[in-house]
DNA sequence: CTAGTTATGGTCATTTTGACCAAAACTAAT
DNA sequence: ATTAGTTTTGGTCAAAATGACCATAACTAG
């Protein structure tokens, strides 16, 4: 280990301005399903908020501020998300810290990104102003900083996650049917899946509780409503405040 | 933690402490192969350095320091492993942003974390002294500030990547013999394997690529060398430094 | 009452997995 | 030189999981 870089931190001189440390903020991705407004199937939605100052004043961006001194990093991720967009999400996880030295024009800020799941009844309550707008997750326009990578990234783990993990569910209400479920895997893989076979597995995970009720009002046999019991995976550094 | 940064926050009066920004490190965890003393087969090891200041002086830490203006996040994990190991990784990735409030007793800080493998020609030659040492990654005692959860999250990552990606050669040389494979696999998730089933699996990934060489010198029949082809998944944010 | 549609249960062939066997190929010991 | 011991390598076989597909149940709309 030298000594370098302990000097040109430490030396107070011109060049210290420039060795100011990377500024550090919190941003969210945030989806949630919404029925496609052409075929009424559900389809990943996102909330963006408008750019009110330089740099790339005007364009739409993830939701994010500054982490404030006094609280964890999911801490302002969650409180990022209830004041811009009004939201309690059922789902958070950190998703990546992002870096790179030219992020933003102005300055260096490394942002530490989370992705969020919010239930439907919960989406439909959320703000909509001039300056917070929700969009097609496939269909986004070009977007401020980095953000259109950000959310690329954050579409590939929520399709990781979502064969592997237990992440469906949140994007769905309490209580669902197996044919809802099914039409999650098929909105973010973007593919059809057999019903029968789908059907099987998901019967087959312990996790998937059946209950007697069936969901009434629909066209056609009343399906019966399922429920999900088990627990998210805690975060690795989940201590939130006390 | 080199002092460069701790110092700029740490000379500041109490109250505009109060109001710096969270102070931002990046730290790795390393691992290698290395034969165990007991049984000779190969084990996880990782090198930990001692801390020489408070808080935690004394007791052992991973190697990490502060992120410096100019370069990114990867750089920074990349340059600070070779500075205190003098090691260059094979495969080196984001593990996690620790920033819980408690993390360091003296100030708030976010941590960065990297996690990296190096192959054991590599690791044969890191440096070794009274302040950086290495350990048995299931035998660490009590780390520095969460070090301990954070290796542990690192060993649980590096299981997972391990069953779906391509990790394992880069623990290993250019050439490998199948049963090396199956016995960095027997490492790290501490379980025995099939050597006949295990061999089917890797010959039926066509990453996996069949030399004319043997591997002489052994006891017993000459096992076939293999090499391993094809790219690690590159980072949502490796701008690298141009 | 009938047609249309979804929910649900099931079959069947194919693929993948796990447990196990046996020959090949080399070294070390007799 | 022969044999015993060990690892590599190729193989079988049953069990389990997967994918394609069919059939009936149960409801609504006409």
Redesign the interface.
Same mark, same amino acid.
């Given at each position: 280990?030298?000594g370098g @870089?302990?000097?040109?931190?430490?030396s107070a001189n011109v060049s210290e301005r420039? $060795? $100011?440390?990377?500024?550090?903020a919190i941003s969210t991705v945030i989806f949630a399903l919404r029925p496609s407004e052409s075929s009424g199937r559900p389809t990943l939605w996102l909330p963006l908020v408008r750019r009110i100052r330089e740099p790339f004043k005007g364009m739409w961006a993830l939701p994010g501020g500054?982490?404030s001194? $006094?609280?964890?990093?999911q801490d302002a991720a969650s409180r990022n998300l209830r004041e811009t967009t009004g939201l309690a999400p059922s789902y958070l996880e950190?998703l990546?810290?992002? @870096?790179?030295?030219?992020r933003s024009p102005t300055q260096?800020v490394?942002s530490?990104v989370y992705w969020a799941l919010v239930q439907p009844t919960e989406a439909a309550l959320a703000d909509e102003s001039e300056n917070v707008r929700w969009f097609r997750a496939d269909r986004l326009g070009e977007l401020a900083f980095?953000h259109n $990578?950000?959310v690329?990234?954050a579409l590939w783990r929520l399709r990781n996650k979502l064969a592997y993990g237990s992440v469906a569910y949140h994007l769905l209400g309490e209580y669902f049917t197996l044919a809802q479920v099914r039409e999650v895997y098929e909105a973010v893989l973007d593919r059809q899946l057999d019903p029968a076979n789908f059907r099987r597995q998901l019967k087959a995970t312990p996790e998937i509780e059946e209950t007697g009720e069936y969901l009434q009002g629909g066209k056609h046999r009343p399906p019966r409503l399922y429920r999900y019991t088990g627990r998210p995976g805690l975060d690795?550094?989940n201590?939130s405040?006390p």
């Open positions: 280990m030298k @870089g302990t000097i040109y931190y430490s420039q $060795a $100011a440390p990377p500024s550090l500054p982490l001194h $006094a609280e964890s990093l950190q990546y810290a992002f @870096g790179g030295l030219h260096r490394v530490i980095d $990578a950000i690329d990234y690795p550094d201590r405040t």
